[in-house]
């Protein structure tokens, strides 16, 4: 007797593949919570990551945490089609370039459709797992390095925007506006207390920006205006201008002094006492005031190879020469102990350089006030009303 197979009705195919995708169909609840619970787990990792949760430290390992969960979520938890998981078909294309098929009964049509079909497939370009695997491992690289918030090793707080609108600027900052837009001066870590009034100061100042503050400092043109805002503020009677010296990239360190013997030392016990500042305290450098606190000065003999000599000094007492976010080998002493520590040069130092005051600003609608610039200020940067950082152009 003669039996036909019925036809296959083609509202049946695939019926349970999730949201139509084929691989995603025949999956065992294993498989399904196998590859869902991997999506889940890379998704966390991933917004955590984008929004500052996770340590800059860790980024990398995050990053390979999220690439990994997808690559076990694809292999494991997906069918190539209903007789081969997607990892037995990785194995095939990869290592198992050709196979032969010995049907072990001849007569079964049902049987030889299915070696012809696993072959027909298998047979297909290798292009086709190694597109799918680098497609899968780019998307999962774009996605982990999206630019995150800010996290405290590289932004101190969140980095002001430049807005459209004088209504919408923020409290207690310094802008400079430029056509129709208002750019945001950063606020840098100070020797001193910043957003208060000032009536001196000292050629100890110093001020510190990270690599992100600085790419954000805006420049004062002929044409531009310079906008202060604060609510809080209890006198206008002056404006001030402070002057300040670009030293440049940097390791966190500021004011170093030499002895008679030209050796380079940090008076930390000063900055103890709060006389001057010769350490940034949000930079690694800060780990040199945890390690030396029994200690009045602390020498710096080496930076990577090279030997810390006077004239390897900024005017500002800061280390030269450096690269912009390279990690560097410092030889520090403690008494006659030797310390290695590896610094990063991520920190702009800017040094006192003047000290000038002005009475002419403009009142301005709301809360903001438009400053008037001496007509003998110099072009340099300058922080404005100890507030905000500015380049002046002239």
Not at 280 to 286: E, H, N
Request: a negative charge.
């Amino acid at each position: 007797m003669i039996i036909y197979e019925r036809n296959i009705d083609i509202d049946e195919i695939e019926t349970d593949a999730t949201f139509g995708i084929e691989y995603l169909s025949h999956q065992t609840f294993t498989q399904k919570l196998t590859f869902w619970g991997s999506a889940i787990l890379a998704g966390l990792i991933f917004f955590a990551s984008s929004f500052g949760l996770i340590a800059t430290d860790f980024k990398f390992l995050s990053n390979l945490a999220t690439i990994a969960l997808i690559a076990v979520g694809v292999l494991f938890g997906t069918n190539y089609n209903e007789f081969m998981p997607m990892w037995k078909f990785a194995l095939l294309i990869l290592f198992q370039r050709e196979k032969k098929y010995t049907p072990e009964t001849p007569e079964d049509i049902r049987y030889l459709r299915r070696q012809m079909e696993m072959s027909r497939k298998s047979s297909k370009p290798r292009t086709l797992t190694i597109t799918m695997v680098t497609t899968i491992i780019l998307t999962s690289l774009t996605a982990c390095s999206f630019p995150h918030l800010g996290t405290a090793s590289d932004l101190q707080n969140d980095l002001p925007t430049p807005v459209a609108t004088i209504e919408t600027l923020s409290d207690n900052m310094v802008y400079v506006k430029s056509k129709d837009t208002y750019y945001p001066a950063p606020v840098p870590e100070a020797s001193f207390e910043i957003g208060y009034g000032r009536d001196e100061s000292d050629d100890l100042d110093t001020l510190w920006l990270s690599e992100a503050e600085s790419d954000i400092i805006p420049t004062l043109k002929k044409d531009d205006e310079l906008i202060f805002i604060s609510s809080t503020a209890s006198r206008l009677d002056q404006i001030t201008f402070e002057a300040f010296l670009d030293n440049g990239f940097s390791i966190g360190l500021a004011n170093l002094q030499a002895d008679d013997g030209g050796h380079i030392f940090i008076p930390i016990k000063e900055q103890k006492r709060g006389r001057g500042s010769f350490i940034s305290l949000k930079a690694d450098t800060v780990s040199i005031m945890e390690a030396a606190h029994d200690y009045d000065l602390v020498y710096l003999d080496k930076i990577g190879s090279a030997p810390v000599k006077k004239d390897l000094l900024t005017p500002g007492g800061a280390i030269s020469g450096l690269t912009r976010g390279k990690s560097y080998l410092a030889e520090f002493y403690l008494g006659t102990t030797s310390w290695d520590l590896t610094l990063k040069a991520d920190r702009r130092v800017f040094s006192y350089k003047d000290f000038t005051t002005s009475t002419q600003y403009t009142f301005l609608h709301s809360t903001a006030i438009r400053i008037d610039l001496p007509p003998d200020l110099l072009a340099g940067y300058y922080l404005i009303n100890n507030t905000g950082l500015v380049k002046i152009e002239k």
